[in-house]
């Protein structure tokens, strides 16, 4: 039996859950509303506050979708309640972003401003020059947004300049050594 599946999700207070035909899961609270359909062989039943998550059988999709449906269940519920946050940091010499409405400009070195425009959901906000913000209210647009600001000039090894997350670690190289 999946640890995770099996597990029933609490709803908290203020936060209503909608189960419509074919498993479209709705789900409405304080930061807004999340709609996502889910697989339709799980089984999905909201008892007593609570959302619980069967499946079917034993088979090995099966055992895969369990945990994932439900794991997804419990995002929605965080995301409408508290939200996500995703902290990104720019490192390097001239390195540094600012914010105009919802257009974020990034100077990274190149001969040109790289400007990006906040998605539906998604806000950046800004902390000094070098700090930046993702927040939004579903886990998976926050982090594909944050993923995309960091590729447009990854940390590299030998002097760990460009964007990365706050909480990643950067292994270092050793740069070249002269001859004597």
Sequence with gaps: ????????????????????ENNVV???GPKGELVRELPVEMEIKE???????????????MKSLHGLTRTLIANMITGVTAGY???????????????????LTLNLGYSH????????????VMEGQN???VRGIDKEKVGQFAAE?????EPEPYKGKGIKYAD?????????????
């Design 26 to 28: 709705s789900v409405k």
């Design 1 to 20: 039996m999946s640890r995770i599946g099996r597990m029933p999700i609490a709803i908290p207070a203020g936060v209503t859950v909608t189960i419509a």
């Design 168 to 180: 990643e670690v950067i292994r270092r190289k050793v740069g070249k050594t002269g001859k004597k």
């Design 131 to 133: 700090i930046i913000f």
């Design 85 to 103: 946050e995703k902290k990104l940091e720019i490192n390097g010499v001239g390195y540094r972003a600012s914010k105009a409405g919802k257009k």
């Design 149 to 153: 600001i960091r590729s447009k000039r």
């Design 113 to 124: 401003p790289v400007e990006m425009e906040d998605p539906e959901g998604i806000e950046t």
């Design 47 to 61: 008892e007593e506050g609570k959302i619980i998550v069967t499946r079917p059988n034993d088979l090995k999709r």
